[in-house]
């Protein structure tokens, strides 16, 4: 229980009474439960386009929608995202690029980053089909988890501290295999084997873009967590809109 309340307060912006006693090690093993907790925000984001939609234009929906996640996630995916991008971008040694990441300031691949996922997310969004839409939307926060997961679980953190390194250093197979479960079982439940594709096409992209930053950086850090849920998130609906429509 302790380890699901202290990740579900570094997921989302609920407030989450802290356990009574904290260790670290409850920070890595509440990866195993990053899937069921993005599946949590996708019901909230179902819940709220069924409602929505009965009012107001679909379009406007999936708009709000856009907001409505990066604003329950308290934006701290899409932070790391753009520190990711800065950090990346700048195509300097890895020292250089770990100190631009943690610079508190945004570059420019860092806000083209930001508004290209916003964008990418919302014109998805507004491209799913109708009849699979709801399950997507449920899906979807919960994938982007599953990319934390997989990279805390199995890739080494690059530096020798930082906000991230729990994950890494407290975390491993079992966390990872519990998380992957949760988000199988509920994707086949919901979607049949069409959910299959969206399945490997996440999986393959997070699992190169986890290669691709080790080659970079030596190791993952917490801003590369948050960039592979947003890119795991845009690469599930790119899939859901080529496949199910």
């Avoid at 006693?21 to 069921?36: A, D, N, V």
């Avoid at 409602?51 to 708009?63: E, Y």
């Avoid at 199988?184 to 393959?204: K, T």
Wanted: glycine content about 10%.
């Amino acid at each position: 229980m302790a380890s699901f309340l202290i990740a579900l307060q570094i997921l989302t912006i609920f407030p989450v009474p802290s356990p009574k006693k904290m260790e670290l090690r409850y920070i890595g093993e509440g990866t195993r439960y990053f899937t069921l907790i993005g599946l949590f925000l996708g019901l909230i984001l179902a819940g709220t386009a069924w409602l929505a939609l009965i009012w107001l234009p679909k379009i406007t929906v999936m708009a709000g929608l856009t907001c409505l996640l990066a604003i329950l996630a308290g934006g701290s995916h899409l932070d790391g995202l753009m520190d990711t991008a800065d950090g990346l971008g700048s195509r300097r040694e890895k020292e250089k690029m770990l100190e631009i990441m943690k610079d508190s300031r945004v570059g420019a691949y860092g806000v083209m980053a930001a508004c290209g996922v916003f964008l990418l997310k919302f014109s998805l969004l507004l491209s799913l089909p109708a009849i699979w839409q709801y399950y997507l939307l449920v899906l979807m926060p919960a994938w982007g988890r599953w990319a934390i997961s997989f990279g805390a679980c199995l890739f080494p953190y690059a530096r020798p501290d930082g906000l991230g390194k729990p994950f890494a250093q407290y975390s491993g197979w079992k966390e990872f295999i519990i998380a992957t479960v949760i988000i199988v079982i509920a994707s086949f439940s919901l979607l049949s084997f069409s959910a299959l594709w969206l399945i490997l096409a996440v999986m393959v992209t997070v699992f190169l873009l986890n290669i691709l930053i080790v080659d970079r950086l030596g190791g993952l850090t917490g801003d590369t967590y948050g960039a592979t849920c947003e890119v795991a998130e845009i690469v599930f609906l790119t899939a859901a809109v080529a496949i199910l429509n």
